[in-house]
């Protein structure tokens, strides 16, 4: 049975925004939560909100773009909480550059945390889910996996790849009763969105924040905890026929056809 009280779920670059969102939510239906990020101790707000309301939660430092230390966790994780029933890839790096000159090394370092990192957590995760006769992977891709502006070109990229990679691990993973899932967050208020906002000029900045009740639909960002309640949905046996989709969860952004101006 997915889902039992005593579930253990990973969540990736969970110290704060999305991630930390989705980690509260899974601690609210009961799952015991593997809190990592690349540099976290069980001091940090994610463990201590969630013991603080009663839940169980441990955090694990590990880097998810280094299979070893990837595996190293779900080693730890096996031995203090038992096996991993859920994954959710949320960690990733973003970063805003003209494409044409950015250096070799920053695009690798990108594409091996947002791809590379996902697929070394399915890699070590799937021993765990033989184990348990089951298991969901939700990968945590984004808006700019469908469309994008020119200074998000290699994360696009990636989160592209992100949805690809869904599909076919979906399609893999499915004679061993393990769904593989993504979720597109539209602009959602976190950090990584400040710093976006933060390195725009002020006259640029503020045609962007009046934009955003013209351009997202629902007429405001989204929030972390509609993301991560999009995610407890997803591995939870309400969603148990769904697998190797993409989920938009964007405020109708995507749906919208800003060609034409005519709004009745
Ligand atoms: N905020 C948005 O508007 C938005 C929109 C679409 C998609 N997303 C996606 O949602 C997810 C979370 O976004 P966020 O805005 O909360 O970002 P964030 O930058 O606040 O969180 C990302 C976390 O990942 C961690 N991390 C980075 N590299 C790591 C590594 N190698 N190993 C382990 N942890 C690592 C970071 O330390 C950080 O805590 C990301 O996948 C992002 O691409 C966000």
Do not use: W
């Amino acid at each position: 049975m997915l889902g039992d009280a005593s579930s253990v779920v990973v969540v990736t670059g969970a110290t704060g925004g999305i991630g930390q969102a989705v980690a509260l939510a899974f601690a609210a239906e009961g799952y015991h939560v593997a809190v990592n990020d690349i540099r976290i101790d069980d001091d940090c707000d994610t463990v201590r909100l969630i013991k603080a309301a009663g839940g169980v939660a441990r955090a694990y430092s590990a880097d998810v773009s280094d299979p070893q230390s990837v595996q190293g966790m779900f080693d730890s994780i096996r031995e203090d909480l038992g096996p991993v029933r859920v994954v959710v890839n949320n960690a990733a790096l973003y970063d805003s550059f003209d494409p044409s000159v950015v250096e070799p090394d920053v695009v690798v370092r990108m594409l091996t945390v947002d791809v590379g990192g996902p697929l070394f957590m399915i890699q070590s995760a799937l021993p765990h889910m033989e184990s348990l006769g089951g298991g969901v992977i939700v990968n945590i891709s984004s808006l700019n996996g469908y469309v994008t502006i020119p200074q998000n070109t290699v994360y696009a990229s990636a989160k592209s790849a992100l949805i690809s990679l869904t599909k076919g691990f979906a399609l893999s993973l499915a004679p061993r009763n393990v769904r593989v899932v993504s979720v597109s967050p539209g602009f959602t208020e976190t950090k990584a969105v400040s710093y976006y906002l933060g390195a725009l000029s002020e006259e640029r900045r503020r045609v962007e924040l009046d934009g955003h009740n013209s351009r997202i639909p629902l007429g405001r960002l989204g929030r972390p905890d509609e993301i991560a309640d999009a995610a407890v949905f997803l591995a939870s046996d309400a969603a148990s026929f769904i697998t190797g989709t993409d989920f938009l969860v964007d405020g109708g952004t995507h749906a919208y056809n800003t060609v034409f101006t005519y709004n009745p």
